[in-house]
Nanobody
Framework: QVQLAESGGGSVQVGGSLRLSCTAS????????MGWFRQAPGKQREGLAA????????YYADSAKGRFTISQDNAKHELYLEMNSLTLEDTGMYHC??????????????????????WGQGTQVTVSS
């Protein structure tokens, strides 16, 4: 098992930036698909970005491409999401999540989100004008 704890959320104005962090603990010796997901009020959970902790490709949803960057620090067991040019539509609860291994050679970010079976409690991001 792995436990995930997000931090770094807060209130920011339109056009601003935030950097979210997710700290993993527990069985961090395994390799995981880890990703960032957003839950906006009244909307379905949305995948934003994902990566495999052993390295390789980065996966982005269209809504995150060009504005958000996912990265990791394996030594600290941390996952990050750098968010720039934030808009009102970026408001929501941001969660990191993980599952061991791959899903058919990739880390899903648009579909098959149910593969992620470890979830953090989330960190709130509020973008205001």
């Amino acid at each position: 098992q792995v436990q995930l704890a997000e931090s770094g959320g807060g209130s920011v104005q339109v056009g601003g930036s935030l950097r979210l962090s997710c700290t993993a603990s527990g069985n961090t010796a395994r390799n995981y698909c880890m990703g960032w997901f957003r839950q906006a009020p009244g909307k379905q959970r949305e995948g934003l970005a994902a990566l495999y902790t052993a390295g390789g490709a980065l996966y982005y949803a269209d809504s995150a491409k060009g504005r958000f960057t996912i990265s990791q620090d394996n030594a600290k067991h941390e996952l990050y999401l750098e968010m720039n040019s934030l808009t009102l539509e970026d408001t929501g609860m941001y969660h990191c999540a993980a599952f061991a291994g791959f899903y058919f050679g990739r880390c899903p970010v648009v579909d098959h989100l149910d593969e992620y079976n470890y979830w953090g409690q989330g960190t709130q991001v509020t973008v205001s004008s």
